[in-house]
């Protein structure tokens, strides 16, 4: 029903940045990011609701990322700034597209996700 398509993943190096973008096919109340490493389970990353009303950020990226979004556009945005090697990961686009009680870092929150984009940073 929605589907979002992530872009602008890459090879950066430490302390270097990134902006990730994430196009929607709808509107969607709340948008997410996440990350899963390899032989790590999925973490939440930033996510924003509608009109950027709300904006939340998990602890290991608050004051590097900056997650935004273009209600016009149906767009989210993650900008991502002194990455380091743990960073690394494939990030994935949340979306979901009306209220809910169901805690925003969880990823049962979400109905709809994106294909992944791979972000490597080297040392």
């Known amino acids: 029903q929605v589907q979002l398509v992530e872009s602008g993943g890459g090879l950066v190096q430490a302390g270097g940045s990134l902006r990730l973008s994430c196009a929607a096919s709808?509107?969607?109340?709340?948008m997410a990011w996440f990350r899963q490493a390899p032989g790590k389970e999925r973490e939440f990353v930033a996510a924003i609701l509608w009109s950027g009303s709300s904006i939340y950020y998990a602890d290991s990226v608050r004051g590097r990322y900056t997650i935004s979004r273009d209600d016009a556009k149906n767009t989210v945005y993650l900008q991502m700034n002194s990455l380091k090697p743990e960073d690394t990961a494939v990030y994935y686009c949340?979306?979901?597209?009306?209220?809910?009680?169901?805690?925003?870092?969880?990823?049962?929150?979400?109905?709809?996700w994106g294909q992944g984009t791979q972000v490597t940073v080297s040392s």
């Open positions: 949340a979306a979901r597209v009306s209220p809910t009680t169901v805690r925003i870092e969880r990823g049962t929150a979400y109905g709809y």
């Open positions: 709808g509107r969607s109340y709340r």
